[in-house]
């Protein structure tokens, strides 16, 4: 019997968090898509690579 790992962690049922993001996602999928979206994706990516770069503290 393989039981699946909860991943919501938080107090929210998981019922709520699904309704949630079926409100949220069409208006991230437009924003994301747009050309503003892009540009700030696009940013993001540049910030992720320098925060890669950065040495680890030991």
Request: aromatic share 12%; charged share 35%.
């Amino acid at each position: 019997m393989n039981k699946k790992k909860k991943s919501n962690k938080s107090d929210y049922p998981d019922e709520a968090i699904k309704i949630l993001a079926r409100c949220f996602y069409p208006s991230m999928v437009e924003f994301f898509n747009s050309e503003e979206g892009q540009r700030e994706y696009e940013e993001w990516l540049k910030e992720q690579e320098a925060l890669q770069a950065l040495p680890v503290a030991a």
